[in-house]
């Protein structure tokens, strides 16, 4: 059964940061590409951040180059996501998933960047 399980979300200030995890069970993990993905109120859920199993390829939304990182522990089948330099326009819903994603998503992990 596929599952992903996220943390690390909270309410931070404008330019503070903030680092997710994602735990992820029932997927081949070190053969897929897995992402972070984002969802604001009234917005569509959108790829943020995506990384190959053997770390050759990593994908960055403009929106978050130079600020956010993406890595992974493939013997501890989990995602990370270090996010620095946070905007108010970065919170959101954070959820991991496969790249494309599976049709099984976790609860997500709250992301609120506020004065």
């Known amino acids: 059964q596929v599952q992903f399980v996220e943390s690390g979300g909270d309410m931070v200030q404008p330019g503070g940061s903030l680092r997710l995890s994602c735990s992820a069970s029932?997927?081949?993990?070190?053969?897929?590409?897995m992402g972070w993905y984002r969802q604001a109120p009234g917005k569509t859920r959108e790829l943020v951040a995506s990384m190959s199993g053997g770390g050759w390829y990593r994908y960055y939304a403009d929106s978050v180059k130079g600020r956010f990182t993406i890595s992974r522990g493939n013997t501890e089948n989990t995602l990370w996501l270090q996010m620095n330099s946070l905007r108010s326009d970065d919170s959101a819903v954070y959820y991991c998933?496969?790249?494309?994603?599976?049709?099984?998503w976790g609860q997500g992990t709250q992301v609120t960047v506020a004065s």
């Open positions: 029932g997927v081949n993990f070190m053969s897929v590409l």
């Open positions: 998933n496969t790249d494309p994603p599976d049709n099984h």
